[in-house]
């Protein structure tokens, strides 16, 4: 009783604060962790008890392992000490990887056992290793603490098996998370090149640390430490304390408890705590007590931290001018296995200096080595350095003898070298961003102008070939954009995708352009409706103006929003200086012109509820591998129509830059196209034999994009299946056979999104191009890396931030830089299958689908 009431007085900060009644505390409830920082042994488990599922797992594999005549474990004498039944850890992964085709290479095996061993159903003979492919001894703990019992049995060995079949992949998931504990419980030094590049990438997404810079983040992956509490009630420092540690929470959550008032916070997943500490010598400020049961923190200890902070401060290089900082360099760490033929890296500067850092460092010579810095400056310049700006720039550079005709032979060589380099780099950019330039007049003013200064100077022959090339680009691009000048485009009526004006199936490799036209509805409170014609690129603004115009609505604009209403009801408004408005809309959207006070009584159209319009066909007469081969075709078309700049007018907002992201709306609404047409399929499907045959069509479907490295496709199909419409059908699901439900589980799996989608970045990180890639996740990294760092740092480019972004933006080019061959399926109706997959009937309202799923399937009552 004394116990409860010391731990109800203290959850209320109430609790005694002079060091004697903190010391009578630490021997009763709640616990105290001992004040100074501690470094967990890899060695140990990181729970009291393990789990039930691992408990299975660990009794299965040990079953069939006792049961294996030719089995590694054997009584072996350790130091003259006999110990029973323990083998090599090279024993363990070898039987492993032959146990299941699932396992496919030594360290996932390896990953596999830890993973049983920081739960305790595996330990080290001496308890001094975590799992490694070795030759050190493991056992199991049943055989340590003699508890294990006889022979298995026949039906022992039958149910291990079993076991095995259903349940390995889950092991084979926690695999790597097993992995990443262990190294973060190792001390610094015991820490391989491989694995401070793991921790590292893991670093890279974790939220606490996105305003750090990349060196320090490089640098914290060597010190920062991993530790896991078992119990609640536990406390992790007293109000008082001296501050030693940061810390993050990985999994679950802690209360913030302050003398006198009690607990004042929860935080939780993702959040931190103790980041003073590391910057002043204040006592803490509160304490902090584990509110859940087996708390997985992150901690970075001050002496550590404070060294890092030194490091970087010596290693940092400032430009000055004018006595105030216009480039921030950083002395580039050696890398084992990398080369950079550059000592210092870019941190930020203004646009000029950087510009002019980038023509005197990064081009012109032979220049060897690994650095982003000239591709990472081509690609988001256009967020802080717009394309004006950077023509005159690189036209000062070039024309730079034009001030004075006098030069000695060194200045003249100085100016030469400087055009070259201005040449080079118009190269690369034509490189990196291809069509993008050539839609600038001033660049292709600015090409012709260099094309003419390099013709006349006999100086500057070598660069005839290179600038010939560049208007050998330019002259095509023009053609063919003068060839599809005037393409219009249209946004049926009924929820379909937008398509060519002149016909129903949009051309391979079209690409929606700014000043095409489109064709597209605007309603009004009462459903009528104008049809309006504009280009693209139109703003919000021009279009409800027009609209109420046209529906007689005489409000002045200011009095008036475009709005876009969905199916369910939910309202969306548009910037005026919005474009691309019509690509925008949601599946079953429509627009609407409202005056702004009674944009609460807006409400979607009747048919809004319904399906969009579709082809009809019977699935059931089409072949699934085929089906699969079309639809990835046809995303190919579109993926390969979305332009990289297109991710950072999404994220910075695009009327920041007056740019379009019409081809990017279209390849994520067909996203959300796959996704619910297959929830409407499975939902529209009465017969339960027919539902059952759709629900394996589905998965193998899944399957098919899979091996096609159609990876959005796949994500969109397993997400539709794991709709609470679809997953709810229990009768359904059960009728499947094993091997589908297995499938799906390891699909699930794959689409797994935590730690950042942790399982699809392992995966995708050994596919070669081409693939089609998860888009969404894309954009959340854009997002990650906008939010997270500020563009702007004492009047500086935050250029970190502008590497972070490149990073993703190159994802595209890799994805893209094979092109698509696969080999066709013997076909069948070519056509019908192509048309049907370019328009497919979909249901987007939820509460909708779930009515229809419930009608099918009646919950059954308990």
Same mark, same amino acid.
């Given at each position: 009783?004394?116990?409860?009431?010391?731990?109800?007085?203290?959850?209320?900060?109430?609790?005694?604060?002079?060091?004697?009644?903190?010391?009578?505390?630490?021997?009763?409830?709640?616990?105290?962790?001992?004040?100074?920082?501690?470094?967990?042994?890899?060695?140990?488990?990181?729970?009291?008890?393990?789990?039930?599922?691992?408990?299975?797992?660990?009794?299965?594999?040990?079953?069939?392992?006792?049961?294996?005549?030719?089995?590694?474990?054997?009584?072996?004498?350790?130091?003259?000490?006999?110990i029973r039944k323990c083998a090599p850890g090279t024993e363990f992964v070898d039987w492993l990887v032959n146990l299941s085709s699932i396992v496919h290479t030594r360290a996932q095996a390896a990953g596999m056992w830890q993973a049983l061993l920081e739960e305790g159903i595996l330990s080290h003979v001496n308890k001094e290793q975590p799992f490694k492919d070795k030759c050190f001894l493991y056992r199991f703990r049943v055989d340590e603490e003699g508890t294990a019992g006889g022979p298995p049995s026949t039906d022992d060995i039958n149910a291990?098996?079993?076991?095995?079949?259903?349940?390995?992949?889950? $092991?084979?998931?926690?695999?790597?998370?097993?992995?990443?504990?262990?190294?973060?419980?190792?001390?610094?030094?015991?820490?391989?090149?491989?694995?401070?590049?793991?921790?590292?990438?893991?670093?890279?997404?974790?939220?606490?640390?996105?305003?750090?810079?990349?060196?320090?983040?490089?640098?914290?992956?060597?010190?920062?430490?991993?530790?896991?509490?078992?119990?609640?009630?536990?406390?992790?420092?007293?109000?008082?304390?001296?501050?030693?540690?940061?810390?993050?929470?990985?999994?679950?959550?802690?209360?913030?408890?302050?003398?006198?008032?009690?607990?004042?916070?929860?935080?939780?997943?993702?959040?931190?705590?103790?980041?003073?500490?590391?910057?002043?010598?204040?006592?803490?400020?509160?304490?902090?007590?584990?509110?859940?049961?087996?708390?997985?923190?992150?901690?970075?200890?001050?002496?550590?931290?404070?060294?890092?902070?030194?490091?970087?401060?010596?290693?940092?290089?400032?430009?000055?001018?004018?006595?105030?900082?216009?480039?921030?360099?950083?002395?580039?760490?050696?890398?084992?296995?990398?080369?950079?033929?550059?000592?210092?890296?870019?941190?930020?500067?203004?646009?000029?200096?950087?510009?002019?850092?980038?023509?005197?460092?990064?081009?012109?010579?032979?220049?060897?080595?690994?650095?982003?810095?000239?591709?990472?400056?081509?690609?988001?310049?256009?967020?802080?350095?717009?394309?004006?700006? $950077?023509?005159?720039?690189?036209?000062?550079?070039?024309?730079?003898?034009?001030?004075?005709?006098?030069?000695?032979?060194?200045e003249r060589d100085y100016i030469l070298n400087f055009k070259k380099r201005v040449i080079q780099f118009m190269q690369k950019w034509v490189m990196a961003v291809r069509h993008a330039a050539f839609d600038e007049p001033s660049v292709c003013d600015f090409i012709e102008d260099l094309a003419a200064e390099v013709e006349a100077d006999p100086e500057l022959q070598e660069e005839t070939s290179i600038i010939h090339n560049i208007l050998t680009q330019m002259a095509r691009y023009q053609d063919d954009r003068n060839q599809n000048a005037g393409q219009?485009?249209?946004?049926?009526?009924?929820?379909?995708?937008?398509?060519?004006?002149?016909?129903?199936?949009?051309?391979?490799?079209?690409?929606?352009?700014?000043?095409?036209?489109?064709?597209?509805?605007?309603?009004?409170?009462?459903?009528?409706?104008?049809?309006?014609?504009?280009?693209?690129?139109?703003?919000?603004?021009?279009?409800?103006?027009?609209?109420?115009?046209?529906?007689?609505?005489?409000?002045?604009?200011?009095?008036?929003?475009?709005?876009?209403?969905?199916?369910?009801?939910?309202?969306?408004?548009?910037?005026?200086?919005?474009?691309?408005?019509?690509?925008?809309?949601?599946?079953?959207?429509?627009?609407?012109?409202?005056?702004?006070?009674?944009?609460?009584?807006?409400?979607? $159209?009747?048919?809004?509820?319904?399906?969009?319009?579709?082809?009809?066909?019977?699935?059931?007469?089409?072949?699934?591998?085929?089906?699969?081969?079309?639809?990835?075709?046809?995303?190919?078309?579109?993926?390969?129509?979305?332009?990289?700049?297109?991710?950072?007018?999404?994220?910075?907002?695009?009327?920041?830059?007056?740019?379009?992201?019409?081809?990017?709306?279209?390849?994520?609404?067909?996203?959300?196209?796959?996704?619910?047409?297959?929830?409407?399929?499975?939902?529209?499907?009465?017969?339960?034999?027919?539902?059952?045959?759709?629900?394996?069509?589905?998965?193998?479907?899944?399957?098919?994009?899979?091996?096609?490295?159609?990876?959005?496709?796949?994500?969109?199909?397993?997400?539709?299946?794991?709709?609470?419409?679809?997953?709810?059908?229990?009768?359904?699901?059960?009728?499947?056979?094993?091997?589908?439900?297995?499938?799906?589980?390891?699909?699930?799996?794959?689409?797994?999104?935590?730690?950042?989608?942790?399982?699809?970045?392992?995966?995708?990180?050994?596919?070669?191009?081409?693939?089609?890639?998860?888009?969404?996740?894309?954009?959340?990294?854009?997002?990650?890396?906008?939010?997270?760092?500020?563009?702007?740092?004492?009047?500086?480019?935050?250029?970190?931030?502008?590497?972070?972004?490149?990073?993703?933006?190159?994802?595209?080019?890799?994805?893209?830089?094979?092109?698509?061959?696969?080999?066709?399926?013997?076909?069948?109706?070519?056509?019908?299958?192509?048309?049907?997959?370019?328009?497919?009937?979909?249901?987007?309202?939820?509460?909708?689908?779930?009515?229809?799923?419930?009608?099918?399937?009646?919950?059954?009552?308990i």
């Open positions: 009783m004394n116990d409860i009431i010391t731990s109800c007085k203290f959850k209320n900060g109430f609790g005694p604060a002079s060091q004697q009644q903190q010391q009578q505390q630490s021997n009763s409830s709640p616990t105290k962790r001992p004040l100074s920082p501690d470094h967990p042994n890899p060695a140990l488990p990181i729970t009291e008890s393990a789990s039930p599922a691992m408990n299975r797992m660990g009794w299965a594999l040990r079953t069939l392992l006792v049961a294996d005549n030719s089995s590694c474990l054997k009584d072996r004498k350790v130091s003259g000490k006999l291990a098996n079993e076991h095995i079949r259903e349940s390995l992949s889950n $092991l084979y998931q926690r695999g790597p998370d097993a992995t990443l504990r262990m190294i973060l419980r190792k001390t610094s030094h015991e820490r391989t090149p491989e694995e401070l590049e793991l921790v590292f990438e893991e670093l890279l997404h974790i939220a606490a640390l996105s305003h750090l810079s990349t060196s320090i983040k490089r640098e914290l992956s060597s010190i920062i430490v991993f530790e896991a509490h078992a119990q609640a009630g536990t406390i992790l420092f007293s109000q008082g304390d001296e501050g030693r540690s940061w810390y993050i929470i990985l999994k679950g959550s802690v209360d913030v408890v302050i003398h006198g008032k009690g607990t004042v916070a929860t935080l939780k997943s993702g959040d931190d705590f103790g980041k003073l500490a590391l910057i002043n010598d204040a006592p803490r400020a509160a304490t902090i007590v584990l509110k859940e049961n087996n708390c997985h923190l992150l901690r970075v200890d001050k002496e550590h931290f404070n060294r890092i902070l030194r490091d970087v401060e010596a290693n940092t290089l400032r430009l000055q001018e004018h006595g105030k900082d216009v480039l921030v360099l950083e002395r580039v760490a050696k890398q084992r296995g990398q080369h950079s033929a550059f000592k210092y890296t870019v941190m930020s500067g203004t646009p000029s200096k950087m510009l002019e850092h980038l023509l005197e460092t990064r081009l012109g010579g032979q220049i060897s080595g690994v650095d982003p810095f000239l591709d990472d400056f081509l690609l988001t310049h256009i967020v802080f350095m717009p394309v004006v700006q $950077l023509v005159d720039e690189l036209a000062n550079y070039f024309h730079c003898d034009s001030h004075d005709g006098s030069q000695t032979p060194e219009k485009w249209k946004l049926p009526p009924n929820g379909q995708p937008i398509c060519l004006f002149s016909g129903n199936i949009t051309p391979s490799k079209t690409v929606i352009r700014p000043d095409d036209d489109i064709i597209f509805r605007v309603y009004c409170a009462d459903h009528t409706y104008c049809t309006l014609r504009f280009p693209l690129h139109t703003t919000a603004e021009i279009i409800k103006a027009c609209a109420a115009d046209k529906l007689q609505l005489n409000r002045g604009p200011e009095d008036l929003s475009l709005v876009e209403v969905k199916s369910n009801g939910e309202r969306s408004l548009f910037k005026d200086n919005d474009v691309s408005i019509p690509t925008g809309l949601s599946l079953n959207g429509r627009l609407f012109v409202s005056v702004k006070d009674h944009i609460d009584g807006l409400t979607p $159209l009747p048919e809004q509820e319904g399906a969009t319009e579709g082809i009809d066909m019977d699935l059931e007469m089409l072949s699934t591998k085929e089906l699969a081969y079309h639809i990835t075709i046809f995303d190919w078309d579109l993926f390969w129509a979305v332009h990289e700049y297109e991710l950072l007018y999404h994220t910075f907002g695009r009327h920041h830059f007056g740019k379009i992201t019409a081809n990017l709306d279209v390849f994520l609404r067909r996203f959300n196209e796959l996704q619910y047409w297959i929830v409407t399929e499975m939902v529209s499907t009465p017969s339960m034999s027919k539902r059952v045959g759709l629900l394996r069509k589905f998965i193998k479907l899944a399957a098919y994009c899979k091996e096609y490295q159609n990876l959005n496709a796949f994500f969109a199909i397993v997400m539709g299946l794991s709709n609470m419409a679809v997953s709810r059908l229990q009768q359904t699901w059960e009728k499947i056979p094993s091997k589908f439900r297995k499938l799906y589980q390891e699909f699930e799996a794959l689409i797994d999104p935590s730690r950042n989608h942790r399982a699809y970045r392992v995966f995708v990180g050994k596919l070669q191009p081409p693939l089609i890639p998860f888009m969404p996740l894309l954009l959340k990294d854009m997002t990650f890396a906008h939010e997270g760092n500020k563009t702007s740092i004492d009047g500086l480019v935050n250029f970190e931030k502008m590497h972070m972004m490149a990073q993703t933006m190159r994802t595209l080019r890799f994805c893209r830089s094979r092109s698509l061959g696969l080999e066709p399926p013997s076909p069948k109706s070519e056509g019908e299958v192509r048309s049907f997959i370019s328009c497919l009937r979909v249901i987007d309202n939820q509460r909708v689908l779930t009515a229809m799923s419930q009608k099918i399937e009646p919950s059954r009552k």
